[in-house]
């Protein structure tokens, strides 16, 4: 019988779990963590490295955990726990204690990246999709949706490419690209646009780089074709 390696992993939200645990809030914290990972023999964790719209390494190319994330909160509690959790993160960058830490231990990291996430308009939105909202996605009518940048739009690639240019110099083991997160998520039940129609088929895609590469390819509008059309969806 053939011997077979197997590598336990884990999905890894830290934020959310140090807004609950102040324990985990501090360098200590994390390294008293991935001692506990290692006893478990953990050895990759899918580490997401953005809530909503901020993220928890310390980028210089988008808005990093910050405290004022606290004024969502009418909760005394929840709030004082947001503003130490961010105050916390604020004074280390996160994901290069865990590279480190992790390969000491001998366990990969895999940055979890969430695409189809720009924060909340008004709030915690991204700095590019504030400055950028042409690139947003659309629907069927034009409306354009308050989450979910299009990856029609070239512009659109580059920045999430220079994001994970930005991430790929801690040195970590690969990176986890999640195009899910979000676009399905109770979060985005409340907004304006529909993301499905009355069959349930999405309702985004209409974005002005897809129509036209569909009109040069087939000759025909998509905005004639109904919205369930294989071709089109596909």
Same mark, same amino acid.
């Not at 200590?28 to 964790?45: T, Y």
């Not at 690139?135 to 220079?162: F, I, K, T, W």
């Given at each position: ?13 830290? $934020?959310?779990?140090? &807004? ?27 580490? +997401? ?17 910050? /405290? ?20 916390? $993160?604020?004074? &280390?960058?996160?994901?290069? @204690? ?22 909340? /308009? ?10 950028? /909202?042409?690139?947003? *996605? ?5 409306? +354009? #949706? ?14 999430? @490419?220079? @994001? ?11 990176? &986890?690209?999640? &195009? ?7 979060? *985005? ?16 895609? #209409?974005?002005? /780089?897809?129509?036209?590469? #569909? ?20």
């Amino acid at each position: 019988m053939t011997e077979r390696q197997v590598t336990l992993g884990a999905m890894v939200d830290y $934020f959310s779990a140090a &807004f609950w645990l102040p324990e985990l809030r501090s360098r200590d914290g994390v390294v008293r963590w991935l001692d506990r990972c290692n006893e478990l023999n953990l050895g990759r964790m899918y580490f +997401r490295v953005a809530l909503y719209g901020d993220f928890l390494h310390h980028t210089k190319l988008e808005r990093r955990l910050s /405290p004022a994330l606290a004024e969502n909160y009418k909760d005394k509690a929840k709030k004082q726990a947001m503003i130490e959790t961010c105050a916390g $993160f604020e004074a &280390f960058d996160v994901l290069s @204690l865990v590279v480190d830490e992790a390969h000491q231990r001998g366990m990969e990291v895999v940055p979890w990246i969430t695409l189809s996430d720009e924060g909340v /308009p008004g709030d915690n939105y991204t700095f590019f999709a504030e400055n950028n /909202p042409e690139y947003l *996605m659309r629907d069927r009518e034009g409306n +354009r #949706y308050d989450r979910g940048l299009s990856y029609a739009h070239a512009a659109v690639r580059e920045y999430r @490419l220079s @994001l994970i240019r930005e991430i790929e110099s801690y040195e970590a083991d690969g990176i &986890f690209l999640d &195009f899910t997160r979000w676009l399905s998520h109770g979060h *985005m039940k409340g907004r304006k646009v529909a993301l499905t129609d009355e069959h349930g088929i999405s309702n985004w895609g #209409y974005d002005e /780089p897809l129509l036209s590469a #569909y009109r040069q390819a087939h000759g025909i509008d998509p905005s004639e074709l109904e919205n369930g059309d294989s071709d089109w969806v596909r």
